[in-house]
């Protein structure tokens, strides 16, 4: 399986951005797909993730009502939806690979190229 994540840019306090992670490569239904973040100095630190193969999501206590996190099986993608963004969200972005819906680094074993999310204030 290969990532790669994409739609960041450059965002207003309050504004919104919307990510995808493309998918390529045999997609099992037991996998799941999550978003990490890292700003600068900080480390890398989960926002949300999805099962590949039914609706079963979750959130990172600082995005829950208003990142939103979903599935196009269709498309291959997992997108990221991120409403009233703030200046704490500045971060590049990691869509990963993994076989269990948590939080952990440890449960994600394929990761894509980050993309640069900035909220300006």
């Known amino acids: 399986v290969q990532l790669q994540a994409s739609g960041g840019g450059l965002v207003q306090t309050g504004g919104s951005l919307r990510l995808s992670c493309a998918i390529s490569g045999r997609t099992l239904s037991s996998h799941v797909m999550g978003w990490f973040r890292q700003a600068p100095g900080k480390e890398r630190e989960f926002v949300a993730a999805t099962r590949w193969s039914r609706n079963s999501v979750l959130y990172a206590d600082s995005v829950k009502g208003r990142f939103t996190v979903s599935r196009d099986k269709s498309m291959s993608t997992v997108d990221l939806q991120m409403n009233n963004l703030e200046p704490e969200d500045t971060a590049v972005y990691y869509c990963?690979?993994?076989?269990?819906?948590?939080?952990?680094?440890?449960?994600?074993?394929?990761w894509g190229q980050g993309t640069l999310v900035t909220v300006s204030s």
């Open positions: 990963a690979v993994g076989i269990s819906l948590d939080s952990s680094r440890l449960s994600y074993f394929t």
